[in-house]
Each structure stands twice: as structure tokens, then as C-alpha cells.
């Protein structure tokens, strides 16, 4: 083992950190007044998982070398020493990697897919099955969208799927790690979690089965079940079927999010497929982070929950999600206080278009929820509710000016103040503010940077797919550049070299997005992340062409055109083989392999 790499396991940057400030543990994290600059609200925190540092107020950060570095004024080599005379290194433990975390996990995934093929067979091959089906007929679901979506059904048995794995020799221990069956209260030993229910199988964006969602044919109590969070399923961490959706909805630029898998399936069904389910009406910041995750530029998140407060309140949820991640958000509110499922029922696509082409910004509602809170007619209150307004407004990370300004003059109407006063508060910005303010990766370049720096085993095969015009253009170009560079030398670049070599608002950006609590990431993940950054490169190419030939044909020089329009032709040609694209195809690697290879 390399010194470096001896050394990163034993020191720990929470002592070492504990060395120049006071740390005190919040959650995972810890929490202390800045060492770097002088601040009386901490905002410098700790990772002890992740052993990173990052100072929200003035953006130093980085790993245990870079701090020391950093703080004792020492150069990379002099670092080392001065960590290696700390710690014994004749003592190096192994970091905690777990092999038998990432068993339980494969295992879950088989006895899932096993599931997945069992409750299918279910659904078209037993009587009760087959009853099951003619409901979902009565409902309008066809056999085509039973067969998309792979719906199944559970029997109206305690034991069918315990004795279906029994007879496969898996323990109802994994059974119940799974989420599949309960133990019993009474006696001794299990029953299914499922009975008498028409399911629908919860994917990840990259097509594996995790979990199982069940709606109920006898009438039983809930009406929708879903799996408990499992070793391999956390429920607000995933929205329901964007393994189907995500090329649709990388196509048009926009999600329409709404709360279940029937609402899903009936927009699916119908032609509308740029759609996911959150599965409750508690939307999270990591399903917005999902959507985003296949839509490169500013994108529109529809928000199409029911009429009611909660429905509502999960729209201002998602604005404030989405915000910093410069998402435009609409709110649907269909009429009749009917659920997306019952108004394709009642009336059809058309109609459903239509209401979404209404649907209003979510600024209106914004503005709406704060006035609630105030008394208008006293002059400082709405002054406080002005400043909040636009400061929301400043926070949206929109490149373009114009759109923001226009947010301004919608506001101003809202809230009854003269336009100019809206932009003069606009203007006024406290330093604090400024802070807030500040740049940001894309989700997807932000999490292919997570995935590169944090999981060595995956690095080699996305470098082998990652091309120049990927990053060509990003913030993080110079990142990437270095990265795939040290990377083919055979020498990956650790933080703090990188931090050698890139400037520093640049490094203060990536460790704060290292700091970011994430999901382990798979390599199916980062090749989406890549097709995502090559779409958007592809399309700053077509807007730029686009510019060029309306000048050309203002300037009336028709000669210059056709080899133009034949180049812009032929970036839609592959933005458009790029959406059909997928993962599985890839010839360098197949899945299981990588799976092994991680383990
Ligand atoms: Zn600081």
C-alpha cells in the first residue's frame, strides 16, 4: 500500500481538524467556527465519513492533506511527513470497506428479480391472476402497458411467496431483509407482506427491480402498499418509473411529477411519457436531484399533485429544491379536484395538454404562501415579504438575465410594488447574499464528479467511454481534463494534487459537491451522467449554429447556408440517437461483471 494511502487510513480529519477548532458533532457531520476565516455562525464542516472538510462561508476545503496543507502551510511531500510522524503507520487498517454490505445486496437483487418474474407469471397464469387482470382491463390499462410497466400480482395467500422461495432454498431472513414477508406476531416464523394485490414493480433509473408496490383487489386495508426501505431500497430516494420515462423526458426537457404509480400509468399510457411518481406526497430533494439528473439545461419540473394542501405543499417543496438548481417549476391543478388517473378517465389527453399549457409558474404561489404569513397593510411587513420575494428570485441559478428579470416584473404585479423599487431591492445585496449566490455544476457534471473522485473501481470504465466534447465547455472542464489525463498515465490525481492545479473557487466548488450525502453510485449512473453532459454539449453546438445561420441569412448570403443547416442536421441526428441509446448496449462491460468487480 502507497504511504498516501496508508496514511488516509489511519488519520482521521476530524482529529486532526479538532486540532484547530472547536468541532461539534451534528448528525453524520461536524460543525465548527471556520480556522481559515473569521466568522461567528459556524459554517465549517467535517465529514468523518467521507474524511473531507468544506467551509460554506469561504469555500476552503478538500481532504485531510489538503487541511494540514493548508493550515501548517506545507507543501504536498512535507504534509505526508508531518501526518506519518503523527500516526503509526507499522499499525494500517483497512478501511471499512464491507464486502458483506455489498453481498446482502446482490442477494436482494436476486430474490427481487426472482419476485418480479414470479408475481408476472401470477398475473397471466392462475385463475386469481387472471380476475386481477380483467380489473386492470376495466380500469383502461392494456395488455401492452401491463407488459411495459411488468405489471404482476400477488396472490391472496399468507404463504405463496414464502413457500415459491422456500421450494428455492432462500431463508425467510433474506425473504424479510427484502421486504417481502413479515414475521409473525403470534407464531413462529413469516407471512407475505403482499396478498391479494395487483403489483407494480419499483425500478432504479437504471432498470433494476428494488422494491414492489401492491393496490389492493379484496378490498383490504391499505388500498396501496409499498415495500418498507430495504438494504437496496430507501423510498425517498427513488421516483417511480423513471427507467421508463427518463428518454422522454431528456427529449422534451421537462418531468411532470406526480404522486403514484396510477397516475403514472394512465399519463404513460396516454402518450405522456415524460412523467415519474414519487410514490406520497412527500417529495425529496434526492428525487428532484433524480429528474435533473437527465435534463441538461434549465429545465421544467410540472408538478401535478392533488388540489389539496399537500399537494401544494409539495410544489413549494419542489420550488425551493429546485430553485438552486435552476429548474423552472409549474403547478398543475387539474380541475374538479381530480387526480391525473381520473381525469384521463373522465376527459382525455387533449384536455390534459391543454390544463398543462395553463398550469401557472409557481412563483404566484410562492408569493402567495408568504402573504399568507403577513399582514400587508403594514408597510414593514411587506416590505420583509418584498426582500424575501426577490431574494428567492436572485437565487434562481438561471444563465439567462432576461428570464429573471422577467420574474421580477411578474412579482412586482403580484405584490403591487412599482417595478423599479423590485429592481433597486434586487440590487441592494448584503455580502452574506452574495455568498449564497454563487455558481454551480450541473447535477449531472456534479455527480459524475462525485462518482470519479469517491468510487476507483468504477473510474476506469467511464474514463473509457468519456470523451473530450463531454466536459468540453463545463465549469469543470479543467477537472475533467486533468483527471482523464492522470488517469491514462496511470496516475490518478489525488485532491490535493488537483488542488495543485485548478483555481481555487474552482476546487472550492468540488469539495463542497464531495461533501453531498450520496447513494452508492453504479456504473449504469455514470453513463447516464455522461449522455446527459454529451446532450448538453451537443445542444450549446445546435444554439450556436442556430445563431450563426439567422445572421447569415440576415446578412443575405445564402451560399453559406447549406453546409450549416447540414451540420446542425446532423447534431439533431445524434441528439436523437442519444436519447435511444442505453446503458445495456454498451459493448465494454456487462453489468454483472462490474457488479463483481466492486464487491
Ligand atoms: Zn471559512
Redesign the pocket.
Known amino acids: 500500500m502507497e504511504i498516501v494511502d496508508q496514511i488516509r487510513n489511519i488519520a482521521n480529519i476530524v482529529d486532526i481538524a479538532s486540532q484547530y477548532t472547536n468541532l461539534k458533532r451534528r448528525g453524520r457531520k461536524h460543525i465548527g467556527l471556520?480556522?481559515?476565516?473569521s466568522?461567528k455562525q459556524p459554517?465549517?464542516t467535517v465529514d468523518d465519513e467521507k474524511q473531507l472538510f468544506h467551509?460554506f462561508?469561504?469555500?476552503?476545503g478538500g481532504d485531510v492533506f489538503s487541511l494540514v496543507m493548508e493550515k501548517e502551510n506545507l507543501s504536498f511531500p512535507e504534509a505526508l511527513r508531518y501526518l506519518a510522524e503523527k500516526y503509526n503507520l507499522e499499525l494500517p487498517e483497512t478501511r471499512k470497506t464491507s464486502p458483506k454490505q455489498r453481498n446482502l445486496e446482490e442477494k436482494l437483487f436476486k430474490i427481487n428479480e426472482d419476485t418480479l418474474a414470479y408475481f408476472k407469471k401470477n398475473l397471466f397464469n392462475t385463475s386469481e391472476g387472471r380476475k386481477a387482470l380483467e380489473y386492470l382491463k376495466k380500469r383502461n390499462i392494456t395488455e401492452d402497458t401491463i407488459q411495459k410497466l411488468k405489471i404482476g400480482y400477488a396472490l391472496n395467500s399468507y404463504t405463496a411467496l414464502l413457500d415459491y422461495f422456500q421450494r428455492k432454498g432462500v431463508s425467510a431472513n433474506d425473504l424479510e431483509k427484502a421486504g417481502l414477508v413479515i414475521p409473525s406476531q403470534k407464531k413462529e416464523g413469516h407471512y407475505d407482506r403482499f396478498r391479494g394485490r395487483i403489483i407494480f414493480p419499483i425500478f432504479t433509473p437504471t432498470g433494476k427491480v428494488v422494491a414492489f408496490g401492491g393496490r389492493t383487489v379484496i378490498n383490504a386495508e391499505p388500498k396501496y402498499l409499498n415495500s418498507p426501505d430495504t438494504p437496496v431500497y430507501s423510498k425517498g430516494n427513488l421516483l417511480y418509473g423513471l427507467n421508463f420515462s427518463k428518454n422522454s423526458i431528456r427529449e422534451r426537457g421537462e418531468v411532470i411529477l406526480v404522486e403514484g404509480y396510477t397516475d403514472f400509468t394512465a399519463l404513460f399510457q396516454s402518450g405522456i411519457t415524460q412523467v415519474a411518481a414519487s410514490l406520497g406526497t412527500s417529495l425529496t430533494p434526492n428525487q428532484v436531484y433524480q429528474a435533473l439528473l437527465f435534463l441538461p439545461r434549465l429545465a421544467t419540473i410540472i408538478v401535478n399533485y392533488d388540489s389539496d394542501s399537500a399537494g401544494i405543499a409539495a410544489a413549494l417543496r419542489a420550488i425551493h429544491i429546485s430553485w438552486g438548481k435552476g429548474a423552472n417549476i409549474k403547478v398543475l391543478t387539474l380541475p374538479e379536484e381530480l387526480d391525473p388517473d381520473s381525469f384521463l378517465q373522465k376527459y382525455n389527453k387533449e384536455e390534459y395538454l391543454k390544463q398543462l399549457e395553463k398550469s401557472p409558474s409557481v412563483l404566484k404561489l410562492l408569493i402567495d404562501s408568504y402573504i399568507r404569513e403577513a399582514n400587508m397593510n403594514i408597510p414593514e411587513e411587506k416590505a420583509a415579504i418584498v426582500r424575501k420575494v426577490v431574494r428567492e428570485i436572485e437565487k434562481i441559478q438561471i444563465p439567462d438575465p432576461l428570464v429573471r428579470s422577467e420574474y421580477l416584473k411578474q412579482a412586482s404585479e403580484y405584490l403591487s410594488v412599482d417595478e423599479d423599487v423590485m429592481r433597486s431591492v434586487a440590487q441592494q445585496k448584503t455580502s452574506e447574499e452574495k455568498i449564497e449566490k454563487k455558481e454551480s455544476f450541473l447535477v449531472a457534471e456534479k455527480r459524475l464528479l462525485q462518482i470519479l473522485m469517491e468510487d476507483k473501481n468504477l473510474a476506469p470504465h467511464v474514463f473509457a467511454e468519456m470523451k473530450k466534447e463531454h466536459f468540453q465547455g463545463l465549469k469543470s472542464e479543467p477537472i475533467f481534463s486533468d483527471l482523464s489525463e492522470s488517469f491514462k498515465n496511470g496516475t490518478p490525481s489525488s485532491l490535493p494534487e488537483l488542488k495543485q492545479k485548478i483555481d481555487r473557487s474552482l476546487f472550492s466548488l468540488l469539495s463542497e459537491a464531495l461533501m453531498e450525502k450520496e447513494r452508492a453510485p453504479t456504473l449504469e449512473e455514470a453513463i447516464e451522467c455522461l449522455n446527459t453532459l454529451r446532450q448538453y454539449s451537443l445542444e450549446n453546438q445546435a444554439i450556436k449554429l442556430k445563431e450563426q445561420i439567422a445572421r447569415i441569412e440576415r446578412e443575405g448570403e445564402k451560399d453559406k447556408l447549406s453546409p450549416l443547416i447540414k451540420q446542425l442536421q446532423e447534431i439533431k441526428n445524434q441528439l436523437s440517437s442519444l436519447s435511444q441509446r442505453d446503458y445495456k448496449d454498451l459493448s465494454f462491460i456487462n453489468r454483472d461483471s462490474v457488479a463483481k468487480e466492486r464487491s
Open positions: 471556520c480556522p481559515f476565516h466568522e459554517s465549517f467551509c462561508g469561504c469555500g476552503v
